[in-house]
């Protein structure tokens, strides 16, 4: 039995927890773990600002299913994890973040760097812990691992007064885990057998099903057992901003992203559905639109591990409560077992219905040769050179909406961006953990000019740290789902929405930080610039695109209208968009 400061103690811990990567930046009340984690396996990724270590270890975590570590000094470090463990938090993303605290004694006097930021993350933490006995440290730690990534992931944050790691204590753990005593930690039962066979009759007895895809298919890793239900139900698939990627774009099934500036068949198919199959879904408003009018005629299956989502937003016909991998196989069995005595899905007219919508509304813009540079036609070419490969990491704000319509999805685990919280910033950071997770891919950020200059900093981090990620710059002068809203809702009263495209200058800053920095206006120069971009590195490249600054993300249904409401965009004809909001089908 070893005698370990709580310091030693709590990166032994992180060491036999599996943990490889830890992204942070020291200050004084974290210095005590900071000195054994020079010696330690352990890799630390030295971020320039505490939201960039919680976004980076969230990106990690979206990019290999593993919980992500961030480490932060106390008071303005600790609350710059804020940002990030709300994002996580709503995003369901495992990581643990820990931090240190003023001393014991100094706890609640107002002292140096001092806040309670236990209190308050409380409403943005699955779990926290102040912990105050360095013995509790290993099982504290553990602890944090299972709850991080157990049931629904998210994001748990462990507290160390900078005392308790100074102190010392015995190491008594031989096996690990150590003992974890988490009496109120409940962890789902498997899903109901009668839940599972009540949900295959609907699904095959319905003439227009539709599987509701969200984030929790690729947080389970379920996504083989959805295509085999999608194929063996002949049931058409949406796959939410969360979930895109769960289902190859290219397949016949595949409807793309529904909501607010979903696609087209994605967006009529849930409001037409007879049956709305939601898996790891929640329903939000994004999606639901004004909710009172959405999917009218459908009867609801709603399987998600969290039972507090289960009618939360709208009731459910048959409730599915379990770990999703379990309730997708069990699922996919169940239909594939009443298929074999001899039931059959009759779906046929309704994916005919469904592949004219495709035809019909597909999602459209204009790229003139010589006109301004729209960045759907980026995002397309960007699709096509890569072959649907790359891991794609967003912003939040127009550019992250014309990727997640743009680029053709062929794999989950590859398309990160911030959905719940939309966090501007986001994507460098986010990007540059995911590269750190998955070393031998191409991570590429796709972000807007707002977005980028919130965390742009973490360039130097990645150029340092040789993280080659490719940076690819939206850069239209605007905060541009701002100036979109302010044209469509406020009369095209702009107000404290224009950046300019020319300060900074994006390629002198990318050399600046060490990266490689290149600039393209032009659509016949687009595949030029990203074959440069896209080229092996060992350091991160940017690329300043310079699109249209009026350019608008279409379709849209406005927030708290009816799906039925949706506008096609500028390129549809006044026909066109008439007969889209009438529908006339026959079913």
């Not at 006995?133 to 709850?147: L, M, N, S, T, V």
């Not at 967006?267 to 049956?275: F, M, R």
């Not at 991160?540 to 708290?560: C, I, Q, S």
Request: charged share 20%; hydrophobic share 45%; net charge negative.
């Amino acid at each position: 039995m070893e005698e370990l400061t709580g310091a030693q103690a709590l990166v032994r811990s992180l060491e036999e927890q599996g943990v490889e990567v830890v992204f942070g930046l020291p200050g004084g009340t974290i210095l005590p773990t900071y000195d054994p984690l020079l010696s330690s396996r352990l890799r630390h990724v030295l971020v320039r600002h505490e939201q960039g270590a919680g976004h980076a270890a969230e990106g990690y975590a979206w990019a290999t299913g593993k919980p992500g570590v961030c480490m932060a000094t106390s008071g303005p470090g600790a609350t710059n994890l804020v940002t990030a463990l709300s994002d996580a938090y709503m995003d369901s993303v495992p990581m643990v973040a820990i931090t240190g605290q003023v001393g014991r004694s100094l706890i609640g006097t107002d002292a140096f760097q001092e806040a309670d930021i236990t209190g308050i993350t409380l409403p943005i933490t699955k779990h926290n812990e102040l912990v105050t006995d360095p013995e509790r440290i290993p099982a504290a730690i553990a602890e944090a691992f299972h709850i991080a990534t157990t049931g629904r992931p998210g994001p748990v944050l462990v507290d160390v007064p900078k005392d308790v790691q100074q102190a010392t204590a015995p190491w008594r753990v031989t096996d690990w885990p150590p003992a974890m005593e988490l009496p109120g930690y409940r962890l789902p039962a498997p899903p109901s057998p009668e839940a599972i066979q009540a949900a295959a009759r609907l699904l095959l007895e319905a003439r227009r099903p539709v599987l509701y895809v969200g984030g929790g298919v690729i947080k389970s890793d379920s996504h083989a057992d959805l295509l085999r239900l999608a194929e063996l139900a002949q049931a058409p698939v949406t796959t939410t901003l969360m979930a895109r990627g769960a289902i190859p774009d290219s397949h016949p099934l595949a409807l793309g992203m529904p909501g607010m500036h979903g696609t087209y068949p994605a967006v009529a198919a849930l409001q037409e559905a007879d049956l709305i199959v939601a898996l790891g879904a929640r329903f939000d408003d994004r999606v639901t639109g004004k909710l009172a009018d959405f999917a009218p005629r459908a009867k609801i299956v709603h399987a998600d591990i969290d039972p507090a989502e289960i009618g939360k937003n709208r009731a459910a016909d048959v409730a599915i409560v379990g770990d999703l991998r379990l309730t997708m196989a069990s699922l996919a069995d169940a239909v594939s077992a009443a298929t074999t005595s001899g039931a059959a899905a009759d779906t046929a007219d309704w994916r005919a219905v469904l592949d004219g919508w495709k035809r019909q509304f597909p999602l459209r813009y204009t790229q003139h040769s010589g006109g301004p540079l729209k960045p759907q036609f980026v995002t397309e070419r960007l699709s096509a050179l890569t072959g649907g490969n790359a891991i794609i990491v967003a912003g939040v704000g127009q550019h992250q909406m014309h990727a997640a319509q743009h680029y053709a999805f062929t794999r989950p685990r590859s398309w990160i961006n911030s959905g719940g919280a939309g966090t501007m910033g986001f994507a460098v950071p986010a990007a540059m953990g995911a590269q750190v997770g998955r070393p031998g891919e191409t991570v590429v950020a796709i972000d807007g000019d707002g977005c980028f200059q919130m965390t742009a900093q973490e360039l130097a981090t990645c150029a340092i740290e040789k993280i080659p990620i490719k940076v690819l710059i939206f850069n239209n002068g605007f905060l541009g789902m701002v100036r979109q809203w302010q044209e469509l809702f406020y009369d095209e009263r702009y107000s404290s929405v224009e950046l300019g495209t020319d300060i900074p200058d994006y390629v002198k800053l990318a050399e600046a930080y060490g990266c490689v920095g290149l600039r393209c206006d032009r659509a016949d120069e687009v595949d030029a610039v990203l074959d440069k971009a896209l080229a092996p590195s060992d350091v991160p490249v940017v690329v300043d695109f310079r699109t249209h600054d009026r350019e608008g993300v279409f379709p849209m249904v406005a927030a708290g209208r009816p799906n039925d409401e949706i506008v096609l965009g500028p390129e549809f004809s006044a026909d066109e968009q008439r007969a889209a909001t009438r529908r006339e089908m026959e079913l």
